[in-house]
Structures are given as structure tokens and as C-alpha cells.
């Protein structure tokens, strides 16, 4: 039978929350899991497991994508950005205006001198830059799905895990009926502390990745360890992709310093290897080559 919806299953935190949420009403709805080989085995293994779980794989993986279109950095907006200042024939001009804080007629705009002109340096950067990675890797097999079986995604996406996210939510809401894609936001205007109370308070299993999660206490000198009410994760924050260098530049401990210590293999393919071919920087097949990136904008790994 064709139509109705599926659940879009990572295998996180906020994707368990959303599966428990909706087969608690709808027990026999089926959840779809991209096995992009980009998880935490940790994460993929707890999928895996779950019941009436359909495992699908994208036709490209992270080094052809990268070795084609570039790197993931900063943020989904920054990396196309990048690319669009590099490589679009139509609005190259007007990307190169947003990284230098510019409109596109070229008067000056607050907003993008705040949030692009301090990346205008990656223009010069000796490797490609691309936010094409989460296309062909997680939705493009999620979007054949759709197409081949007539199934509408509910997906677990909140309004806080970024800005596109919250101006998408806000735009359209919960259901985004009027979009291109039909898709289903239920979690849009959850907060990381609602899925930790939900993980909590239900006792559902979730991915053993993210440890515990325990109630943080105060350290004033006055009244020192009391319980604030907030909720927080001993192991992994967020999951997400193992490779990608989004946000990494924000964190106090990010991604890579932690999985150097967790999972050193996995740290050593994603660092190290890489080579130069016609003056840029590409991944090899002693790996990823990430670590002369990190560097290029003086991020610790």
C-alpha cells in the first residue's frame, strides 16, 4: 500500500523520542534509519535493533562527496555560501557580497557583516568547501524513499538546534503541508531539556553513547550542590555525523578531541591522510586529510 507517513529514524536522542511518541499512538507506523556510515557505531547499532526499522544506505559516501564538492564547515550556510562565491555562475557575485558583508546591490547589511564577513578569509582556502554532504548523504535517500513508496517524513528536527531551523519552523510550523517536501515537525518547539525529561521520566532505552543523564547542582559557596532542575548527558552531547566539522569551532571540547579519546581509529581516519592534486586539498585513501582544515581556521583536534 502506497502513501501514509514514516518516521525518520537517526538512531539519536531526539529521533527515540519522536519513535516512542508516535508508536505510542500509531504502534505499527515504520521508521526508516539511513545507515550513512557517518554514525557512532554506538548509535547505528542501537537502530539496528529496533523494531520495524527499514535500513537504507545513500548511493555516495562522505569521501566521494567531499573528494567532489568539498569539505563541511562552520555551518550548512557558510559552506554554501562558499561554494556559491566559488564555483555559481548566476549569484556568484551576490555570495561573494554576503562574506563581505554586503547586500546584494552592495550596500552594507548589519546582519551579514555579523554573521559571514569573519569566514570572507575561506575564499582563499586551498581545499573546496561545500554543504552538499547532507544532500547526497542523509536526504537524498530519505527523498527516493518517499518517491518510491508515496510516504510523507515526520522528522525530529527542533527550532533550537539552529537558525535555519528556527526560521524554517517558524515559517511554516508543525506541518509544512504547503512545501515542496511534505514533512512533519512534531518536536519543532521542544527544548534539549524536554527530550532529556522525556528519556528520564519514560525510562525508554536510548543510544548507550550519550551515558547518563543526571541533574546538575550548583556550586555556589552558599548553598553548594542543590539541584537546579536542569538535565545533562555524562557521555556525547549530540551525535549527529562523526566527520562533520560543523559547529566544531564553537565548542569548548568538540567533537574530535573527544573521539580521539573514544574512538581513536575513527579519529585517525577522519585527521589524518589526505593530498594535494591540482593545488587543492582532497581526502585519500589514508584518509580524510580534516586536520589540515581544522587547522586553517585554528580549531583544536
Known amino acids: 500500500m502506497r502513501g501514509g507517513c514514516y518516521i525518520s529514524f537517526s538512531g539519536g536522542k531526539d529521533s527515540t523520542v519522536l519513535l516512542d511518541l508516535a508508536r505510542r499512538i500509531y504502534p505499527d507506523i515504520p521508521a526508516v534509519f539511513v545507515n550513512t556510515g557517518l554514525e557512532f557505531p554506538e548509535v547505528r547499532d542501537f537502530a539496528e535493533t529496533q523494531e520495524n526499522v527499514k535500513t537504507i544506505r545513500p548511493s555516495l559516501n562522505f569521501y566521494e562527496v567531499v573528494k567532489t564538492y568539498g569539505y563541511p564547515l562552520i555551518s550548512k550556510e557558510v559552506s554554501k555560501i562558499v561554494y556559491g562565491a566559488r564555483h555559481s555562475k548566476e549569484k556568484k557575485q551576490s555570495y561573494i557580497n554576503k562574506l563581505k558583508g554586503l547586500n546584494p546591490d ?24 561545500s554543504n552538499r554532504c547532507c544532500y547526497y548523504i542523509k536526504e537524498k535517500p530519505l527523498l527516493d524513499y518517499e518517491k518510491q513508496t508515496g510516504r510523507k517524513a515526520i522528522i525530529g528536527t527542533m527550532a533550537t538546534d539552529s537558525r535555519q531551523r528556527k526560521d524554517g519552523y517558524l515559517k511554516t510550523g508543525c506541518n509544512a503541508f504547503e512545501s515542496d517536501r511534505q514533512i512533519s515537525k512534531p518536536l519543532g518547539f521542544w527544548t534539549e531539556q524536554d527530550i532529556l525529561q522525556y528519556l528520564k521520566i519514560t525510562g525508554i ?17 552558599r548553598k553548594p550542590n542543590k539541584p537546579t532542575g536542569k538535565l545533562f548527558l555524562t557521555g556525547e552531547p549530540r551525535t549527529g555525523c562523526m ?37 587543492m586539498w582532497i581526502p585519500n585513501k589514508q584518509g580524510l586529510g580534516e586536520g589540515l582544515v581544522l587547522d586553517y581556521i585554528n580549531t583544536k583536534y
Open 205 to 221: 532505552p536510548y543510544s548507550p553513547i550519550y551515558g547518563e543523564i543526571v541533574e546538575q547542582m550548583t556550586n555556589y559557596k
Open 106 to 129: 552592495g550596500s552594507p547589511s548589519e546582519y551579514k557583516r555579523t554573521h559571514y564577513a569573519r569566514w570572507e578569509f575561506l575564499l582563499d582556502a586551498p581545499f573546496e568547501i
Open 243 to 279: 566527520f562533520c566539522m560543523y559547529g566544531c569551532h564553537l565548542d569548548k571540547e568538540n567533537r574530535f578531541q573527544r573521539m580521539k579519546e573514544t574512538h581513536p581509529r575513527r579519529y585517525n581516519y577522519c585527521i589524518n591522510g589526505g593530498e594535494h592534486k591540482n593545488g
